[in-house]
């Protein structure tokens, strides 16, 4: 781990990464996928792809922690009818980070492309709610653990499109809206983030300077972006996400199919 006070980078290249932290957190925050941005940027700075990872985790935490807390205030999302999948994802991402440290995950990366492009597909052509048909109906507990538990797993041992996952897994499970359904992804996000980020802390992968000035930057941009999505409502973020699932898709099918 890189000494707690040592800049690996200049501060000009700080400044664009934090620029670019910027725009990956108001994404990120509508729409998920702000490591489409990030992680590339960090490589591009010369970083070693261990400790690209580490470093992503720690600012992708900030700003998914500004995110929920905006739609948790709205009271848009309600923990206690949550607990299942919250205490479900904390266990995948423990156990995803873990596997993460030595397990091959080439078939993994293979499949990525295909499963965020169906996300796509579905929000595009599938006919999501406009309004939850009881905001305070009980959410089906049950369906929780299996849903946390993966999701949890895969952001803790990759992560692209974690937060496109839980949006339309969302709306595919319970009566929910697409602003509700995308505050739930944010809060799961959040709680895989931080769990993921205490292995790779204890791993020795984050580099702490750079992790924290792009980790204020990214909280900025999701606390806007939560407020815009939360304001525009599906017909924002409907667009918003589907322009960010087919980006996702390209680049994953350029990094694992194509090579570059």
């Given at each position: 781990m890189p000494f707690p006070f040592e800049l690996a980078v200049d501060p000009s290249t700080l400044l664009i990464l934090a620029l670019v932290a910027f725009a990956?957190?108001?994404?990120?925050?509508?729409?998920?996928g702000g490591g489409l941005l990030t992680i590339p940027a960090l490589l591009t700075a010369g970083l070693p792809p261990h400790l690209v990872l580490g470093t992503n985790k720690l600012s992708s935490t900030f700003g998914a922690a500004a995110a929920s807390f905006t739609f948790?205030?709205?009271?848009?999302?309600?923990?206690?009818?949550?607990?299942?999948?919250?205490?479900?994802?904390?266990?995948?991402?423990?156990?995803g980070a873990i596997a993460a440290q030595w397990m091959p995950a080439e078939w993994l990366n293979l499949l990525l492309p295909v499963a965020v492009f169906a996300c796509g597909l579905y929000?595009?052509?599938?006919?999501?709610?406009?309004?939850?048909?009881?905001?305070?109906?009980?959410?089906?507990?049950?369906?929780?653990?299996?849903?946390g538990l993966g999701l949890g797993f895969y952001d803790g041992v990759a992560g692209p499109g974690t937060g496109a996952f839980w949006t339309v897994s969302t709306l595919l499970l319970y009566p929910l809206d697409l602003v509700r359904a995308s505050g739930v992804a944010r809060t799961m996000n959040f709680v895989s983030n931080a769990c993921a980020l205490?292995?790779?802390i204890a791993s020795g992968q984050v580099d702490w300077i750079l992790?924290?000035?792009?980790?204020?930057s990214l909280m900025v941009g999701a606390f806007i972006g939560a407020r815009t999505a939360?304001?525009?409502?599906?017909?924002f973020i409907r667009p918003v996400f589907i322009c960010v699932v087919l980006a996702i898709t390209a680049r994953l099918v350029w990094q694992h199919w194509v090579g570059g």
């Amino acid at each position: 781990m890189p000494f707690p006070f040592e800049l690996a980078v200049d501060p000009s290249t700080l400044l664009i990464l934090a620029l670019v932290a910027f725009a990956a957190g108001f994404i990120d925050a509508v729409a998920g996928g702000g490591g489409l941005l990030t992680i590339p940027a960090l490589l591009t700075a010369g970083l070693p792809p261990h400790l690209v990872l580490g470093t992503n985790k720690l600012s992708s935490t900030f700003g998914a922690a500004a995110a929920s807390f905006t739609f948790y205030r709205r009271k848009l999302f309600h923990p206690r009818q949550w607990l299942n999948a919250l205490l479900g994802t904390a266990i995948g991402a423990f156990i995803g980070a873990i596997a993460a440290q030595w397990m091959p995950a080439e078939w993994l990366n293979l499949l990525l492309p295909v499963a965020v492009f169906a996300c796509g597909l579905y929000l595009l052509f599938g006919r999501t709610p406009e309004a939850p048909v009881n905001a305070d109906a009980p959410i089906a507990r049950r369906r929780q653990w299996p849903q946390g538990l993966g999701l949890g797993f895969y952001d803790g041992v990759a992560g692209p499109g974690t937060g496109a996952f839980w949006t339309v897994s969302t709306l595919l499970l319970y009566p929910l809206d697409l602003v509700r359904a995308s505050g739930v992804a944010r809060t799961m996000n959040f709680v895989s983030n931080a769990c993921a980020l205490s292995i790779f802390i204890a791993s020795g992968q984050v580099d702490w300077i750079l992790g924290l000035c792009m980790g204020s930057s990214l909280m900025v941009g999701a606390f806007i972006g939560a407020r815009t999505a939360i304001s525009g409502g599906s017909r924002f973020i409907r667009p918003v996400f589907i322009c960010v699932v087919l980006a996702i898709t390209a680049r994953l099918v350029w990094q694992h199919w194509v090579g570059g």
